[in-house]
């Protein structure tokens, strides 16, 4: 049932993440997005099919401890722009930004909330060991626990969303923004990334799994610092 709750969690998650860029957009001079239909909360507009739904169920069915998916980017015709250069960088920006917003929110509402730290506690350690009867035990009968741990959810996925986003590989939002920075002396740097983007971001994918890059150290640095916990 978490598991499930997750899901729900990320869609709307990525959902916000997406309409963020598009609205963004829309103020500075493009309406692409808009004309699209693509500034709704509505999900139908956004979900991909692999990456909103077969690729969280597929997560789901091998007990993955990772947790991700995406939903069709929104489209952008940066000719549209007043600033060729910055005015991307800022869509780019406005995606993760919008989610790290949405976990600080909640993370403020989870400290609200009138429980026992040790009790907080106890629920985080328990979910991210993966003890489900324990879990079970803190949850039952005590909806301020159950509250605790959906806004954990959505604190958690948008600082994981928001971290993974920024990576400066394409076609993450990072790329853009470390585009926006290259010196026109280092474009070889650009065609490169442009160039070998999927294995670039495999290998780098891998890295973080086998732990060799700390991305989920920093994550949840990041999630208990907005938490309390």
């Given amino acids: 049932m978490e598991y499930l709750f997750l ?16 609205t963004m957009a829309n103020y500075l001079g493009d309406p692409t997005a808009k004309y699209a ?6 999900p139908i507009k956004h979900l991909d099919l692999f990456g909103s739904i077969i690729l969280p169920f597929l997560l789901f069915l091998s007990k993955s401890p990772i947790l991700f998916g995406y939903a069709k980017p929104v489209p952008i015709n940066p000719y549209n722009f007043k600033d060729l250069k910055w ?10 930004a919008a989610n790290l917003f949405l976990a600080i929110v909640f993370g403020f509402l989870g400290r609200l909330l009138p429980l026992e730290q040790t009790i907080k506690n ?13 879990l079970s035990y803190l949850l039952q009968g005590n909806p301020l626990a159950q509250f605790f741990l959906i806004f954990s959810f959505i604190v958690f996925l948008n600082i994981l ?31 490169f990334l442009q160039e070998y983007a999927m294995f670039i971001l ?4 891998f890295l973080i799994i086998s732990g060799i890059i700390p991305l989920f150290y920093i994550i949840f640095g ?3 610092l907005i938490m309390g916990v």
């Fill in 222 to 224: 990041i999630f208990k």
């Fill in 122 to 134: 106890s629920i985080i350690a328990a979910f991210f060991q993966g003890n489900p009867e324990i």
């Fill in 161 to 191: 969303l928001a971290v993974f986003n920024l990576i400066p590989i394409p076609p993450l939002d990072g790329s853009h923004i470390l585009f926006a920075f290259l010196p026109y002396s280092l474009e070889n740097i650009k065609i």
């Fill in 87 to 96: 005015d991307p960088t800022k869509v780019a920006i406005a995606g993760p």
């Fill in 202 to 205: 495999l290998f780098f994918l």
């Fill in 37 to 42: 239909g693509r500034l709704t909360l509505n």
């Fill in 7 to 22: 899901i729900v969690i990320l869609i709307f998650s990525i959902v916000i993440h997406e309409v963020s860029h598009g």
